[in-house]
């Protein structure tokens, strides 16, 4: 009886981690819903300075420090604006390039002057490429 019991308590302990799991994924994917329906999601770096290169781990760190940031949706769906407090950027991303993934998997945001993009995915994990000079510098992170 005591093991059939302690079977039910771990049974009951994996169902709520499961849960709880399943409530932070909904929350990361309500970001693109919810940018999508007119509304707003803040972002926040994984990482305090932008990378070289970010495909598999932080491949030459950049004295670029990387910065929380918000999208919203613009009058419409459209379009999509970058709020930070970094003057350059907002410039940048004035009346930028949006794209929306058919299959709702991401959003491609990107300055129609300057080269780089920012890329919400449908998890709310985002890649934020930019271009100093003639560097691609990289920074990830995640949206809700």
Known sequence: MALRTQHF???????????????ADETAVAALLRL????????????PH???NMHVRCSG?????????????ASSTDSLELATKSEEFQRQYRDAGVEWDKDNG???LWPKAENGYIKL???GS???????????????????
């Open 121 to 123: 995915h449908s998890d």
């Open 61 to 73: 760190q950049t004295s670029v420090p990387t910065f929380e940031f918000k999208l919203r949706a």
């Open 126 to 144: 985002y890649v934020f490429r930019h271009y100093i000079q003639s560097l691609g510098v990289m920074s990830l992170g995640q949206c809700r």
């Open 106 to 108: 991401y959003v491609l």
């Open 9 to 23: 308590v771990i049974a009951g302990i994996a169902w709520l981690a499961a849960g709880g799991a399943g409530m």
């Open 36 to 47: 999508r329906q007119g509304g707003e999601v803040s972002c926040r770096p994984t990482l």
């Open 50 to 52: 932008f990378c070289e």
